[in-house]
Nanobody, 127 residues
Framework: QVQLVESGGGLVQAGGSLRLSCAAS????????MAWFRQPPEKEREFVAA????????DYADSVKGRFTISRDNAKNTMYLQMNSLKPEDTAVYYC????????????????????WGQGTQVTVSS
């Protein structure tokens, strides 16, 4: 089993920054691709960013490209999401997820690709 715990959310003004962390425990998460998703109020969960097991491949949703950076420290079993130039439309509950297999493939943006999820952390951006 895998346990994922997000932290770092909070209230920030537009234009500000936050860094989210996702601490993993359980199986060797460092072998698996991981991702961040978010769920804005009254909307469906959406893809934010994904990263391969060793961090060599990273993909982003168009809405966050150039503003958010995904990274991971496998020695610490932790993944991060650095969020800069935040906008009110970034307001959402942010979730980290771990892939169900070892392969980083073209389905990285689909929530069904991920077997393990954290409980989420709230990010609120005020205008």
């Amino acid at each position: 089993q895998v346990q994922l715990v997000e932290s770092g959310g909070g209230l920030v003004q537009a234009g500000g920054s936050l860094r989210l962390s996702c601490a993993a425990s359980g199986r060797t998460v460092s072998l698996y691709p991981m991702a961040w998703f978010r769920q804005p109020p009254e909307k469906e969960r959406e893809f934010v960013a994904a990263i391969s097991a060793r961090g060599g491949t990273r993909d982003y949703a168009d809405s966050v490209k150039g503003r958010f950076t995904i990274s991971r420290d496998n020695a610490k079993n932790t993944m991060y999401l650095q969020m800069n130039s935040l906008k009110p439309e970034d307001t959402a509950v942010y979730y980290c997820a771990a892939d169900r297999d070892l392969v980083y493939d073209d389905n990285y943006y689909q929530s069904s690709e991920y077997a393990y999820w954290g409980q989420g952390t709230q990010v609120t951006v005020s205008s």
